[in-house]
T-cell receptor, first 111, second 114 residues
């Protein structure tokens, strides 16, 4: 079946470096995507979203890139900080405001 | 800052017992979701409400799970009887109707069935 998934389950990054988290999706009809951050013991927290009529969107220290040709989504975090350590999920809006989540990437920031 | 409130935070129950979780969404949010998150996985939608009506409960195991949102505000998710495989985090989220995306999540209820 169609699903949203992440390429790598874990990512270790040096503090101050940039992080890139990848996500592949298979539902070509999806027109809206969201990145969430989940810290241990907490619910997912919205980071940034992007619609399919865009290929790039920037927020504060974060950038989301969308490549519809290869159905690929990425989240870039600039100057990664210890507080960025968390699990990151990409989510796909299947319509009727229903979100489908991938399995997540655990980001660990090394001091 | 407005938050989605969930209780309890943690629940331990014996298998075959009944258990219930409560969620109070952000005021004014017409859409309410219950998700289940198994350790190490992403959240999976169990049920979605629009006001007091169920929009999608296709993934809800209806033989043992039930959900209601009687007045279109807070919601309860019940499991009866609980099974060992139900151990997970149960997350509630809410969003403004008619607005794509940003669903706000609560802290979740961590259920352990023993």
């Amino acid at each position: 079946g169609e699903s949203v998934g992440l390429h790598l389950p874990t990512l270790s990054v040096q503090e101050g470096d940039n992080s890139i988290i990848n996500c592949a999706y298979s539902n070509s009809a999806s027109d809206y995507f969201i990145w969430y951050k989940q810290e241990s013991g907490k619910g997912p927290q919205f980071i940034i979203d992007i619609r399919s009529n865009m290929d790039k969107r920037q927020g504060q220290r974060v950038t989301v890139l969308l490549n519809k040709t290869v159905k690929h989504l990425s989240l870039q975090i600039a100057a990664t900080q210890p507080g960025d350590s968390a699990v990151y999920f990409c989510a796909e809006n299947l319509g009727d405001y229903k979100l489908s989540f991938g399995a997540g990437t655990t980001v660990t920031v090394r001091a | 800052e407005a938050e989605v409130a969930q209780s309890p935070r943690y629940k331990i129950t014996e298998k075959s017992q009944a258990v219930a979780f409560w969620c109070d969404p952000i005021s004014g949010h017409a859409t309410l979701y219950w998700y289940r998150q198994i350790l190490g996985q992403g959240p999976e939608l169990l049920v979605q409400f629009q006001d007091e009506s169920v929009v999608d409960d296709s993934q809800l195991p209806k033989d043992r799970f039930s959900a209601e949102r009687l007045k279109g505000v807070d919601s309860t998710l019940k499991i009866q009887p609980a099974e060992l495989g139900d151990s997970a985090m149960y997350l509630c989220a809410s969003s403004l109707a008619g607005v794509d995306g940003e669903a706000f999540f609560g802290q979740g209820t961590r259920l352990t069935v023993v």
